[in-house]
């Protein structure tokens, strides 16, 4: 028997799978943590990767609008925020001209408990701390479309300041290749009609719109684009270990900044595979990744990197706040089949989170899914309920039934924070590859 824990929730899950098959174990690789995080934070702060200084930017701006990730991204913002405000007040700028804008996308607005969590207990009770509001097409200034026609609308807030700043972190992501940069001003405070089109068939179905994927990634240019027109001053990003300390911090001129930290993230973080598996059980990386099925299709579409065509994946997510927003809810309840689903929306217009359900059935046309979900129910879940699973057990004995002893099994305790690739045709010589399992 071989026991591998896996992030699940805030408290993990200790999983144990049947001996006969070849265990394989792909877990996050990152940078060591900087001994000295603030710092760094100073440093890249009055020593960008490009552009000036903030505090030089600042000085001859009267206002600024800084957009924070929401409570489904582990930003430490708590760390980062009193930087960015201590040059903003050194240039001259008050608290009260200040805005700090949570940037949901279309996620749910965060509580006020959020909030503190989100910035600190100081920070909420001395700043205005807003949430962005997609829905609320009367707080949103229009910009013009973009050179593909995407209409683009941002957060009237954000756009009033002279300063306009963001604040988060890189990891892979889904769609736009890595989060950060960009994606904290489009989604992140960017109206419903933006993001619906952003979001859209045109984009998703772009093989290059996926985890770790920039170069010709049309979604990735849309959103530098939009970035633009809103006038992304400067950004605050870093990159984070496996427990979430930071392990690199990069300033600056936002495309400049950006592309430094994802190509730090791409040297230090991405694992060279030696081949691909026959099913994968994965992970939807813990708290606050997997509060909601939504946020757990993220390690679904992170396995379908390491595992042979045709070949199986199974995620685990705790899930305690459900499936995530009604549309999506509605939109899942409601399925009968992938390809069917996929075309569905093809033609019609796009329905709030359909995207994520989209991305899901491109993999799962292709892969069998399975799901161990206990925070939601079977009768949520439409034609997903079959491959649904109410215990661990019997889901890991699920995605392994019929398959050939010796089968390669990749455990992937971390699920999307583990970057990994198979490079055809690149060689094994030096690569990461799999780590293989010890038998217990």
């Known amino acids: 028997m071989?026991?591998?824990?896996?992030?699940?929730?805030?408290?993990?899950?200790?999983?144990?799978?049947?001996?006969?098959?070849?265990?394989?174990?792909?877990?996050?690789?990152?940078?060591?943590?900087?001994?000295?995080?603030?710092?760094?934070?100073?440093?890249?702060?009055?020593?960008?990767?490009?552009?000036?200084?903030?505090?030089?930017?600042?000085?001859?701006?009267?206002?600024?609008?800084?957009?924070?990730?929401?409570i489904t991204r582990p930003a430490p913002n708590r760390t980062t925020l009193p930087f960015i405000l201590d040059r903003l007040h050194k240039a001259g700028i008050s608290a009260d001209n200040i805005t700090i804008l949570i940037a949901t996308g279309l996620h749910r607005e965060a509580t006020p408990d959020e909030i503190r969590k989100i910035v600190g207990l100081e920070i909420a009770a001395q700043y205005s701390v807003l949430?962005?509001?997609?829905?609320?097409?009367?707080?949103?200034?229009?910009?013009?479309?973009?050179?593909?026609?995407?209409?683009?609308?941002?957060?009237?807030?954000?756009m009033e300041a002279e300063l306009h700043l963001s604040l988060g972190f890189?990891?892979?992501?889904?769609?736009?290749?890595?989060?950060?940069?960009?994606?904290?001003?489009?989604?992140?405070?960017?109206?419903?009609?933006?993001?619906?089109?952003?979001?859209?068939?045109?984009?998703?179905?772009?093989?290059?719109?996926?985890?770790?994927?920039?170069?010709?990634?049309?979604?990735?240019?849309?959103?530098l684009e939009i970035a633009g027109m809103a006038t992304h001053d400067f950004i605050l990003d870093v990159t984070l270990t496996e427990d979430r300390q930071i392990s690199g911090v990069f300033a600056?001129?936002?495309?400049?900044?950006?592309?430094?930290?994802?190509?730090?993230?791409?040297?230090?973080?991405?694992?060279?595979?030696?081949g691909l598996a026959d099913a994968v059980i994965t992970s939807a990386a813990g708290y606050p990744l997997d509060l909601t099925f939504y946020q757990t299709i993220k390690g679904v579409t992170a396995a379908q990197h390491i595992v042979k065509p045709g070949g199986r994946i199974l995620t685990i997510g705790q899930c305690p706040e459900g499936i995530g927003s009604p549309e999506?809810?509605?939109?899942?309840?409601?399925?009968?089949?992938?390809?069917?689903?996929?075309?569905?929306?093809?033609?019609?217009?796009?329905?709030?989170?359909?995207?994520?359900?989209?991305?899901?059935?491109?993999?799962?046309?292709?892969?069998?899914?399975?799901?161990?979900?206990?925070?939601?129910?079977?009768?949520?879940?439409?034609?997903?309920?079959?491959?649904?699973?109410?215990?661990?057990?019997?889901?890991?004995?699920?995605?392994?039934?019929?398959?050939?002893?010796?089968?390669?099994?990749?455990?992937v305790p971390q699920g999307p924070y583990a970057f990994a690739r198979f490079l055809e045709g690149s060689g094994v010589e030096g690569a990461a590859g799999y780590q293989e399992m010890p038998r217990m």
Request: with cysteine; glycine share 8%.
């Open 328 to 411: 999506f809810s509605e939109k899942l309840r409601n399925l009968t089949g992938f390809e069917d689903y996929l075309e569905e929306i093809k033609q019609r217009e796009v329905v709030v989170d359909q995207w994520q359900l989209e991305k899901l059935a491109l993999i799962g046309k292709d892969h069998p899914l399975f799901f161990y979900t206990p925070g939601v129910k079977n009768e949520q879940l439409g034609a997903l309920a079959q491959d649904s699973y109410s215990d661990v057990e019997t889901a890991i004995a699920a995605v392994l039934e019929g398959l050939p002893k010796n089968s390669k099994i990749a455990l």
């Open 252 to 274: 600056g001129e936002p495309v400049a900044a950006h592309a430094a930290g994802v190509e730090f993230l791409q040297a230090t973080s991405l694992m060279r595979l030696t």
């Open 131 to 158: 949430n962005h509001d997609a829905r609320r097409s009367d707080q949103h200034r229009f910009l013009g479309n973009t050179k593909k026609g995407t209409p683009v609308y941002i957060d009237d807030r954000y």
């Open 170 to 223: 890189i990891e892979p992501h889904l769609m736009a290749g890595f989060s950060g940069g960009r994606k904290l001003v489009v989604p992140g405070v960017a109206g419903e009609r933006t993001i619906k089109t952003i979001h859209s068939p045109k984009f998703m179905r772009e093989p290059k719109a996926t985890e770790g994927s920039i170069q010709d990634n049309p979604l990735h240019a849309e959103l």
């Open 2 to 70: 071989t026991k591998v824990r896996f992030a699940f929730g805030t408290e993990g899950l200790s999983i144990a799978v049947p001996d006969g098959y070849t265990y394989e174990l792909i877990e996050s690789r990152t940078a060591s943590a900087i001994v000295d995080p603030f710092d760094a934070i100073n440093h890249a702060l009055d020593h960008p990767v490009a552009g000036p200084s903030l505090q030089e930017l600042a000085r001859t701006r009267k206002s600024a609008a800084i957009s924070v990730c929401d």
